[in-house]
């Protein structure tokens, strides 16, 4: 006899396709993380997937590479990013530009892809040890720690500089 037990996605791969669907039907969603700009950029140039792979997390298994791939091969029809292009295109880490800061958090996942060292006058990289993804963009709070604060005035420092 047949099992009639079915084969059913872990609960997140459930989510991140509830998320996906959701995404796709609003082109500017107020309340989730990822937008189809975000997506698409994952998808076509950037390849960063936040992935379940590694044996040194606490998230289980449910959302590995092949996930993601999948999801860019249904939305897209790509089999992945071009990153050789997107460096080319963009500079990789060679400076190409005047007027930029790169300003990240220790605990931001993406702060791997970042710049995180001064590269010239007028290409640096501010780093601040305990915060997360755009902390420094959310308005000063008393309970800012001491390197957020300290950020937040290295930021304006700087960018008063460049508009003299």
């Known amino acids: 006899p047949k099992s009639s037990k ?6 997140i791969q459930h989510f991140l396709l509830f998320r996906l669907k959701t995404v796709l039907r609003d082109p500017h969603p107020t309340f989730l993380p990822s937008t189809p700009r975000a997506t698409n950029q ?3 140039e950037f390849g960063y997937y936040q992935t379940s792979d590694s ?4 998230f289980g298994t449910g959302f590995p590479i092949d996930f993601f791939v999948q999801q860019c091969v249904d939305i897209y029809g790509l089999p992945g990013p071009n990153t050789q292009w997107t460096n080319e295109n963009y500079g990789g880490l060679v400076e190409r530009g005047t007027d930029i800061l790169f300003v990240n958090g220790d605990i931001d996942p993406w702060h791997a892809l970042s ?3 001064y590269l010239s006058p007028t290409v640096t990289s501010i780093y601040i040890h305990g915060t997360a993804h755009c902390a420094n963009m959310y308005p000063p709070s008393p309970k800012d720690l001491p390197g957020l604060t300290a950020a937040r005035v290295k930021i304006q420092e700087t960018i008063s500089v460049w508009l003299e």
């Open 55 to 58: 044996k040194q997390q606490v």
């Open 42 to 44: 994952t998808c076509t």
């Open 115 to 117: 710049v995180l060292q």
């Open 6 to 11: 079915k084969k059913t996605l872990p609960r």
